[in-house]
């Protein structure tokens, strides 16, 4: 089985072709599960299986999170995707349309290594909801984007980066599981820096665990921020530990469209898997 390995701002990927049908798709999560393991496989955040489109896209993306379950959408991994399907021939004049669960997502290259996609528009808003995790309340947003939606949940903490890594991480778990939430939620803790610029870091579902990056956390957190009128929403960067990135947002009234992400991607490796444990 032929592998390509990714990663954009440190979020990495593995990627592979079933563009023939060749793989069954039930493979799919024992194929995540195992494959993203570290130290015992290639290791990644997520598995990205490219199918021939069925929507009228130019090729169609299945992701699954490293624990084997099904992601609807990866900002990030659209972006790798994106930049893999340019250079194989899929997509014309630089764009290409990817098939997402999450809806048809569009890549644009921007040059060689920088990718933009538009993220899917948000169908559920909430600019403003506090979360109480051990009495302490939290100041929180929460979108969805796309349809079915990509929970997020945005906190809004001016001193998150002095809580120790391990306590942040269990807060972030409790607020991935909080009853608020019944199909559990992408935690992104952030706060501001500089002008029109935000330091974030995610708690990513499926995950569970943070991730160097996180592309829709990313568009989450700015498309909150600019409701609250608190970045320009034009070109916000956005820092995370594997890099920066930028979004740019649309508001409309009480939400925002047309969620434009931009950033770096890596092609780390190409070869071949020989995991004698599949």
């Known amino acids: 089985m032929r592998f390509t390995k990714m990663q954009g701002a440190g979020n990495d990927f593995i990627l592979i072709e079933n563009l023939d049908g060749s793989i069954d798709r039930a493979d799919y999560p024992h194929l995540a599960r195992r494959l993203c393991a570290r130290r015992l496989s290639v290791g990644a955040d997520g598995l990205m299986v490219l199918e021939p489109p069925t929507g009228g896209g130019d090729v169609r993306m299945a992701f699954y999170n490293s624990d084997g379950s099904v992601g609807e959408m990866c900002g990030n991994g659209a972006r790798c995707v994106s930049r893999y399907a340019l250079e194989r021939g899929f997509g014309r004049g630089g764009e290409v349309t990817v098939e997402t669960t999450a809806g048809p997502v569009r890549g644009r290259r921007v040059s060689e290594r920088m990718y933009t996609v538009r993220l899917n528009d948000p169908t559920v808003v909430e600019p403003r909801r506090e979360i109480e995790v051990d009495g302490v309340r939290y100041d929180c947003a929460y979108l969805e984007l796309g349809d079915p939606g990509i929970p997020h949940c945005v906190v809004l903490c001016d001193g998150w980066r002095e809580i120790p890594e391990d306590d942040l991480r269990e807060i972030c778990r409790r607020i991935r599981f909080h009853e608020s939430f019944p199909r559990g939620a992408n935690v992104t803790f952030c706060r ?27 568009g989450s957190t700015v498309a909150a921020l600019t409701l609250r009128g608190l970045v320009s929403g034009v070109n916000t960067r956005i820092s995370m530990p594997g890099g920066d990135l930028y979004v740019t947002v649309t508001p409309r009234g009480d939400t925002v469209r047309d969620i434009y992400l931009t950033g770096p991607t890596n092609t780390v490796a190409r070869g071949e898997i020989l995991d004698e444990d599949l």
Do not use: Y
Not at 192 to 199: M, Y
Not at 200 to 207: K, Y
């Open 192 to 218: 501001l820096d500089g002008e029109n610029g935000v330091d974030a870091r995610t708690f990513e579902r499926g995950v569970e665990d943070f991730t160097l990056a996180c592309g829709t956390g990313c």
